[in-house]
């Protein structure tokens, strides 16, 4: 099985903008809902966003709806995640995550497999 391997992570200041990238490598995506979570050292990892397998549906985490995102090209197999606005509180290691289904309401365990994940670092 291929590899899920996240990208565009760095240091920005507070209500800068960053896109991360999220390549599927040897496998395709396509047919999957796709994710993305975070998480801050100490704490577990938390839900951001996800995208059902067309791209036209979307669901956000509380805490980052109206900033935040998530879109997805089938054709080049990569899903990414528009941050805008950004905050101190959004440091933290983003991952990639394929679904095991798509829902408009987040819920533990939906997750299958994660990237290695791409550090954020929000300045104020």
């Known amino acids: 099985q291929g590899q899920l391997v996240e990208s565009g992570g760095g240091l920005v200041q507070a209500g800068d903008s960053l896109r991360l990238s999220c390549t599927a490598s040897?496998?395709?995506?396509?047919?999957?809902?796709m994710g993305w979570y975070r998480q801050i050292p100490g704490k577990d990892r938390e839900f951001v966003a996800m995208i059902n397998y067309s791209g036209r549906f979307t669901t956000y985490a509380d805490s980052v709806k109206g900033r935040f995102t998530i879109s997805r090209d089938n054709a080049e197999n990569m899903v990414y995640l528009q941050m805008n606005s950004l905050k101190p509180d959004d440091t933290a290691v983003y991952y990639c995550?394929?679904?095991?289904?798509?829902?408009?309401?987040?819920?533990?365990?939906?997750?299958?497999?994660w990237g290695q994940g791409t550090q954020v670092t929000v300045s104020s």
């Open positions: 040897g496998r395709a995506i396509d047919t999957h809902p």
């Open positions: 995550a394929q679904m095991k289904y798509f829902s408009s309401q987040y819920s533990e365990g939906m997750a299958d497999s």
